[in-house]
């Protein structure tokens, strides 16, 4: 098993090196061993532990707590590779790379988390606040 440490001294080694971007996030990885129940919105946490390496950072060794959802993703490489996020046609994602570079705040203030029409419920994440609509198990939650 590949441990990150050795990627990224593999990856040094090599031209690529100077436009990589590492990035791990885990989104529900705790949840895989754990009791917990991730398929309702009322369970709490929306929010994953991760992080995001690159020479071309402007602003380096620091915590982030922007809001950033996994559909940013592809916009944000795809302009850090040089190409024009204008092309990517109806997506959600948007940029981030300024934001996440240079310590910014996040342009994103929402996030939709779920719409579940078999047990009628819903939940949006708006900027610190989580919004819930319906109930599910019958009420329990």
């Not at 090196?17 to 919105?41: D, G, H, P, W």
């Not at 934001?99 to 939940?123: K, P, T």
Request: net charge positive.
């Amino acid at each position: 098993m590949l441990k990150i440490g050795s990627i990224l001294a593999l990856l040094s080694t090599q031209f690529l090196f100077l436009r990589v971007i590492e990035n791990i996030s885990v989104s529900y990885l705790l949840a895989k061993f754990s009791n917990s129940n991730k398929n309702i919105c009322q369970q709490g946490g929306v929010r994953g532990a991760g992080f995001i390496w690159s020479p071309l950072l402007k602003q380096q060794q620091r915590v982030s707590d922007q809001l950033i959802h996994i559909s940013d993703w592809l916009p944000t490489l795809y302009h850090v590779a040089g190409g024009d996020v204008n092309d990517l046609k109806n997506i959600d994602g948007i940029n981030l790379w300024d934001e996440l570079s240079q310590n910014l705040d996040s342009r994103r203030s929402e996030v939709l988390l779920n719409i579940d029409n078999i047990w009628g419920s819903s939940a949006l994440l708006v900027n610190k606040w989580k919004v819930m609509v319906g109930t599910n198990y019958r009420g329990k939650f």
